[in-house]
Nanobody, 122 residues
Framework: QVQLVESGGGLVQAGGSLRLSCAAS????????VGWFRQAPGKEREFVCV?????VYADSVKGRFTISRDNAKDTVYLQMNSLKPEDTAVYYC??????????????????WGQGTQVTVSP
């Protein structure tokens, strides 16, 4: 069992930056792939990025967002730069086995945090 807790969300102006954190506890966190998803009101949960042995980003955030992890702290980070109003959403971190595929499918992730709100004003 893995417990995930996100933090770092908030209100920022367009063009600004935020860094989200996802702190894990429980089983060996370093053995899991960790992804970030987001969900805007009235929309489906959307893949943002994932880190396993390599990283994969959604086209909408490529070049602006960076995922990283500190296994010593059991924490994964999402650095978000050049934020846009369309990035406004609740952001979730999630963990799953690093094997297999379908990284974009939230249904393949076993553990989820509670989410943190990111709001980008025009």
């Amino acid at each position: 069992q893995v417990q995930l807790v996100e933090s770092g969300g908030g209100l920022v102006q367009a063009g600004g930056s935020l860094r989200l954190s996802c702190a894990a506890s429980g089983r060996t966190f370093s053995s899991y792939a960790v992804g970030w998803f987001r969900q805007a009101p009235g929309k489906e949960r959307e893949f943002v990025c994932v880190m396993r042995w390599s990283t994969v980003y959604a086209d909408s955030v490529k070049g602006r967002f960076t995922i990283s992890r500190d296994n010593a702290k059991d924490t994964v980070y999402l650095q978000m730069n050049s934020l846009k109003p369309e990035d406004t959403a609740v952001y979730y971190c999630a963990a799953r086995t690093p094997y297999g595929s379908n990284w974009y499918d939230p249904g393949t992730y076993d553990y989820w945090g509670q989410g943190t709100q990111v709001t980008v004003s025009p």
